[in-house]
T-cell receptor, first 112, second 113 residues
């Protein structure tokens, strides 16, 4: 039972354009959502998070949008840079002290 | 300021054997969580240790056990290894059981033959 789904295994974007990574979830009890970035041979790195009481959170080039009615969140990266090329994982939890449930990841490639 | 460290980096074991993986949390952190990441999948939560006790557990059999020491470091033990246990094992540390902003180590790649 995949509670957090990332249906696009890969995404290719030109440098300077917007990257949009999508994530869907099924458990309505989730109230905290996070994005992690993972480079090869490294552990995932926390990128940005959002609480279910918000519908948008922004940090520099990264913005996460949450649509609770659709159980959908997305990560926007503007402008995309070659250094953004990595695997991005969406994760959800039932609260700050709850375990993280990860999606399967989306591999982003930003080309010049 | 050292981040999360894990040892060993790589490990090859035979089916039926036992393995112990080690993790040192980021300085100042007191909570350690362990995840298993199979090829092409996202990390799956195994368990979390806080104040030397297992506080939460995912859907993993009892063959998977752990321990947290007074200095907050942790071990993951897997008994009776199966071929399906081959994966990247990630350790993450945080402060006070918070799920968000967990800091991950580079992982231990376990291969069971």
């Amino acid at each position: 039972d995949q509670q957090v789904k990332q249906n696009s295994p890969s995404l290719s974007v030109q440098e300077g354009r917007i990257s949009i990574l999508n994530c869907d979830y099924t458990n309505s009890m989730f109230d905290y959502f996070l994005w992690y970035k993972k480079y090869p041979a490294e552990g995932p790195t926390f990128l940005i998070s959002i609480s279910s009481i918000k519908d948008k959170n922004e940090d520099g080039r990264f913005t996460v949008f949450l649509n609770k009615s659709a159980k959908h969140l997305s990560l926007h990266i503007v402008p995309s840079q070659p250094g953004d090329s990595a695997v991005y994982f969406c994760a959800a939890s039932g609260g700050l002290a709850d375990k993280l449930i990860f999606g399967t990841g989306t591999r982003l490639q930003v080309f010049p | 300021d050292a981040g999360v460290t894990q040892s060993p980096t790589h490990l090859i074991k035979t089916r039926g054997q036992q393995v112990t993986l080690r993790c040192s949390p980021k300085s100042g952190h007191d909570t350690v969580s362990w995840y298993q990441q199979a090829l092409g999948q996202g990390p799956q939560f195994i368990f979390q240790y806080y104040e030397e006790e297992e506080r939460q557990r995912g859907n993993f059999p009892d063959r998977f056990s752990g321990h947290q020491f007074p200095n907050y470091s942790s071990e993951l033990n897997v008994n009776a290894l199966l071929l399906g246990d081959s994966a990247l094992y990630l350790c993450a540390s945080s402060l006070g059981q918070t799920a968000h902003e967990q800091y991950f180590g580079p992982g231990t790649r376990l291969t069971v033959t």
